[in-house]
Structures are given as structure tokens and as C-alpha cells.
């Protein structure tokens, strides 16, 4: 699968925010969803554009890891069962809903067939200054 970068959101920073501190008990943001939406990213982004929910591409919960200073990771394993196009992509905190702390846009659509598997990471950078 092609990279994308991600944009962090400013649902996903103020979720961040009020967990570090306890405001809130924000969930684990380990699960990724894709899409076919492609506009551009934007940290106003709350949702993906057009969220796939079939043909095994479905919002999945992966598996989260702190790879390097400053960066998130999450990797989810998909079959997918029939024809889907995959051209955005999300990190989210629920299976369905919950908080977008993540979108990037792939720059060309994805097409994939029934009986392929798709290894999805999505990687966010939370660089120092």
C-alpha cells in the first residue's frame, strides 16, 4: 500500500489534552478506518469523508506501538472480500464514531479484490520543538 501523511486533528489534540490531565477517559486511539473520500486533510477534519463499512474493509481495531521519540503507530490486517477502493484513511478511539485523531489522503485510489489482505500503519508524528 501507497504512504499517506497524516494530519493530526484538533478533535484528536483536545481528546489528548483532556486525557494527559484526567478531564476525560478518552479511549486508546487504536483503530484505523478507510475511505474513498479525497479531499484534502485538514486539522478541522472530525470524520473520514466517505468511510468504507463493507467488502472487508471495515474500521478495525490494531495494534498500537510508541516505535520512536514522538510517534504513534497503529497497524491493522485486512481481507478483503470483494472490490473496494481505499483513498483515505483515519485513526480513531471507537469502533464506529468516537474521536478522529488522524487523517491523511493516499494519492492515487487503492483498488483491491476479494482474497486480498492489506497491511495498513498508520504512523503519527508528534515532533518536538
Given amino acids: 500500500m ?32 478507510t475511505g474513498t473520500g479525497s479531499s484534502a486533510a485538514a486539522d478541522t477534519d472530525t470524520a473520514l469523508e466517505s468511510e468504507n463499512n463493507s467488502n472487508g474493509a471495515v474500521r478495525t481495531q490494531g495494534i498500537a506501538t510508541y516505535p520512536e521519540n514522538y510517534k504513534g503507530r497503529v497497524v491493522i490486517t485486512l481481507t478483503i472480500t470483494g472490490n473496494v477502493t481505499i483513498r483515505e484513511m483515519g485513526i480513531f478511539n471507537a469502533a464506529s464514531g468516537g474521536t478522529l485523531l488522524a487523517r491523511g489522503i493516499f494519492t492515487e485510489d487503492q483498488n483491491y479484490t476479494a482474497g486480498q489482505q492489506v497491511q495498513i500503519t498508520g504512523d503519527t508524528n508528534f515532533t518536538s520543538s
Fill in 2 to 33: 501507497a504512504t499517506c501523511t497524516l494530519v493530526i486533528t484538533n478533535a484528536g489534540k483536545e481528546a489528548l489534552a483532556r486525557r494527559a490531565v484526567g478531564v476525560e477517559a478518552t479511549a486508546e486511539f487504536d483503530y484505523i478506518g
